[in-house]
């Protein structure tokens, strides 16, 4: 088992690649650094999104290594080199958003707890968020503090999702689960043209990620099936009551784009403003991959990311007054510099750019 590599996107420092095996038998692939210096300041667990997989990052790995934290990385079940539910390897899918749970409880019952220094602290992306996000309301995750990029905490990309969330949940009933949703098919989000991308503004790493999503084969998997579909309603239902985000104690910063057209920003703000050791900055002119994005932008993550974690070991301590700390601006502490037209829920002249 070999990482799939390409000339732009090298592995980063000395890897591990290892494969655990979750409860219900389904093997999950993942890798594990450890940084140069004698002292880790601990361990940042990273969550993919939706689709994605390890070698898409490798450079955020390689940031996370600079700055002396050892490293976890994995792919979800149904994306990615970690095992399928279906025959059809280029079907993004679940049987339900709770068996997410098993992958998470593998690498840290396998990897984290007994083979990585502490303290343990996540960094989410997008549906790997919202599983976060959902995991600490359980009390079952295993971080100190979680960043989160962009969580599913709801859809701008479906219109009429209360429509198609009951057309989801019959169609599951039918039987047809295991479907593509209708009108997706196999081909990977990451290999489509870059004008019109709703992912990312920068096109020297969109393509690096295409190259890369490209080599990887199946890994970089198409659409979602129903089931998946059904499972991300389900919870995202979950994020809506305003009793849910006040029960979350493990300090959270969220960090949203504005100008998402995949998740919901407005949405993001509400649940944000509900937690009791949490807060959401809103980077302008951002898209849905801040991660992945240009450079001027990815500076304001890493300078929250810096701010905030590793952090104090007080739970309830002060968020908001850490990132002040960087310079990070009032209105963003409080979820401004939104793009008007995503505010809306227009997300057309987000993706125009």
Request: some cysteine; hydrophobic content about 40%; charged content about 25%.
């Amino acid at each position: 088992m070999e990482f799939i590599t390409t000339p732009d996107n090298p592995v980063p420092g000395d890897p591990k690649l290892v494969t655990v095996t979750a409860r219900d038998g389904i093997k999950i692939r993942a890798a594990t650094w450890m940084p140069e210096t004698e002292e880790p300041q601990g361990t940042v667990c990273i969550l993919q999104g939706r689709a994605e997989f390890i070698e898409k990052y490798f450079e955020v790995v390689g940031e996370l290594l600079d700055r002396g934290f050892a490293v976890v990385a994995f792919d979800w079940r149904g994306q990615g080199l970690s095992g399928r539910q279906v025959g059809n390897p280029r079907k993004g899918h679940v049987r339900r958003f709770s068996d997410f749970r098993h992958d998470l409880e593998a690498i840290r019952d396998q990897i984290l707890v007994p083979h990585m220094p502490q303290p343990h602290f996540g960094l989410a992306h997008s549906m790997g968020g919202a599983i976060a996000l959902n995991a600490a309301y359980e009390t079952w995750l295993p971080f100190r503090r979680l960043v989160t990029t962009t969580p599913m905490i709801a859809l701008c990309i479906i219109r009429r999702t209360r429509t198609s969330a009951i057309f989801a949940r019959i169609l599951k009933f039918l039987g047809m689960g295991g479907m593509f949703v209708p009108g997706g098919g196999e081909t990977s989000i990451s290999t489509m043209p870059f004008k019109g991308n709703r992912l990312t503004g920068d096109p020297v790493r969109y393509a690096r990620n295409a190259e890369a999503a490209h080599a990887i084969g199946a890994g970089a998997v198409g659409a979602p099936t129903v089931a998946w579909l059904d499972g991300a309603f389900r919870l995202m239902k979950r994020f809506a009551d305003p009793r849910y985000a006040v029960k979350i104690r493990l300090p959270t910063l969220i960090v949203a784009a504005g100008a998402d057209p995949v998740c919901a920003t407005p949405a993001t703000e509400r649940f944000a403003s509900r937690l009791k050791a949490g807060s959401v900055i809103v980077i302008p002119g951002a898209r849905h991959e801040i991660l992945m994005e240009r450079d001027p932008i990815r500076e304001q993550f890493w300078a929250a990311f810096d701010a905030f974690i590793p952090g104090s070991p007080d739970p309830d301590g002060g968020t908001k007054r850490d990132l002040a700390a960087v310079g990070l601006t009032a209105e963003q502490l409080d979820g401004g510099g939104m793009d008007p037209a995503v505010a809306r829920r227009d997300d057309a002249p987000a993706i125009g750019r």
